[in-house]
């Protein structure tokens, strides 16, 4: 799916839902998702399939958390200290047990980690 700056969305090969609160138009394999994420999560869970992965920001990944609906994390550890900006996770969340399955390091310096989740 190409956008209007002519940049390819990076995912158009796989079912891909966006999340937003103005309906739209499914475009090729991109579904602009409406309803609550959990019964959105719960539904794609059920289905055949390897993995669904989730690009979002802390409040996306609090949700889940707090549902209890993540397996898997990768953080990715960017070299730049910002002042301001986003936490990683949100306060109010559950405590969440993790074990470390893999890092990657690449050579402009961004870490990757991969962790499962243990206490499910």
Do not use: W
């Not at 399939?49 to 889940?64: R, S, T």
């Not at 200290?81 to 047990?97: A, H, M, S, W, Y």
Request: aromatic share 8%; charged share 25%.
């Amino acid at each position: 799916m190409d956008n209007d700056s002519g940049y390819e969305f990076p995912h158009a090969d796989k079912h891909t839902f966006i999340l937003t609160r103005t309906a739209k138009p499914t475009i090729g394999k991109t579904t602009f998702y409406t309803g609550q994420l959990k019964d959105l999560i719960i539904k794609l869970k059920s289905e055949s399939g390897k993995n669904i992965f989730i690009d979002g920001g802390a409040e996306l990944v609090n949700e889940l958390l707090k549902e209890n609906l993540i397996d898997e994390f990768i953080i990715s550890l960017i070299p730049i200290l910002v002042g301001n900006g986003t936490k990683l996770f949100k306060d109010g969340r559950p405590e969440q047990k993790l074990e470390l399955i893999s890092t990657k390091q690449f050579e402009k310096g961004l870490v990757q980690l991969h962790y499962t989740c243990t206490n499910r």
